[in-house]
Nanobody, 126 residues
């Protein structure tokens, strides 16, 4: 059984920073990709960033490039999202997801993810 546990959300002023963490449990679990999505009430879940576990290749949506950084800790099976220069439009529930397996899947497509965390609220006040 694989579980993803997120932490690090909260309330921050515009221009501030937050760091989200997502730890994947399961001793033998090795993700192919891990990613972050966000969702605002009434809207679809939106891709934010992803990392391929082997090689560390990273992917970002355009609106966060230069402000957010995704990273991973292989030993801890943990992915991080460092969010800087936060804007009010970054306010959302942020979800961590994981893709298992060893063949290519689109890390920007929420339907490709096999596991999801419970979500953590990020609120940016202007």
């Amino acid at each position: 059984q694989v579980q993803l546990v997120e932490s690090g959300g909260g309330l921050v002023q515009a221009g501030g920073s937050l760091r989200l963490s997502c730890a994947a449990s399961g001793r033998t679990f090795r993700p192919y990709y891990m990613g972050w999505f966000r969702q605002v009430a009434g809207k679809e879940r939106e891709f934010v960033a992803a990392v391929r576990w082997s090689g560390g290749y990273t992917y970002y949506t355009n609106s966060v490039k230069g402000r957010f950084t995704i990273s991973r800790d292989n030993d801890k099976n943990t992915v991080y999202l460092q969010m800087n220069s936060l804007k009010s439009e970054d306010t959302a529930v942020y979800y961590c997801g994981a893709i298992s397996g060893s063949y290519y899947r689109d890390p920007g497509d929420a339907s490709e993810y096999d596991y999801w965390g419970q979500g953590t609220q990020v609120t940016v006040s202007s």
